[in-house]
């Protein structure tokens, strides 16, 4: 990767780390009673938050590609650019479901049908699951590989814990915090990456 590149992931890295938090807070804040009955009332609404989950898909999945993509220079590295390219392809399909606002939107229909709930809900906790699922074996992958930088083992061991407690269900709230400070650490990598590449 260029130095231009790197930049470019590490401002991508830390907005997300900024506008992560902010949507899921405002996200959540809909209601107290859970993330299935927020997403079905988010689901019944067209506005600035959708746009927001728009670019913060883009962002994420921009982030573990670029990460993908830098890890061509180091050896033994493949297993863990296929699992960043699946949690791109999850976190795509995630946000996908904001395909379901446009629709309801169009269509001017002001209840959630039982169909397209379900739908709506098995594609959002498929994709969740699946990305939790890709995130800890990618995370024990580069943990266990000798030859990657600390800064990318300290974001392993950041995304392995978030994953644990995704998995708990009851403390995957947390995640709203943790994810940001994995996302700092790894614009800090892209950075200080950044510099080597200026020296050399």
Request: aromatic share 12%.
């Amino acid at each position: 990767m260029t130095s231009r590149d790197n930049f470019i992931s590490a401002g991508a890295a830390a907005l997300l780390a900024v506008l992560f938090p902010f949507y899921w807070i405002t996200f959540l804040g809909q209601t107290f009673d859970g993330f299935e009955v927020a997403l079905k009332q988010d689901l019944l609404t067209f506005n600035w938050r959708d746009l927001l989950f728009v670019l913060i898909g883009a962002l994420e999945v921009c982030v573990y590609l670029s990460l993908s993509n830098h890890l061509k220079s180091h050896f033994n590295a493949r297993s863990a650019r296929i699992l960043l390219c699946a949690m791109a392809a999850v976190v795509a399909i995630f946000h996908s479901t904001v395909l379901f606002d446009i629709y309801l939107a169009l269509t001017n229909q002001d209840m959630l049908s039982e169909s397209t709930g379900i739908v709506a809900m098995v594609v959002a906790f498929g994709s969740l699951g699946l990305y939790t699922l890709f995130a800890a074996v990618f995370s024990i992958v580069c943990l266990i590989n000798k030859h990657l930088p600390p800064l990318l083992k300290v974001f392993s061991v950041l995304m392995l814990l978030m994953s644990i407690l995704q998995m708990t269900l009851v403390l995957s709230f947390t995640n709203v915090f943790l994810f940001p400070a994995a996302l700092l650490v790894l614009s800090i990598y892209f950075v200080k990456d950044k510099e080597e590449l200026e020296v050399i």
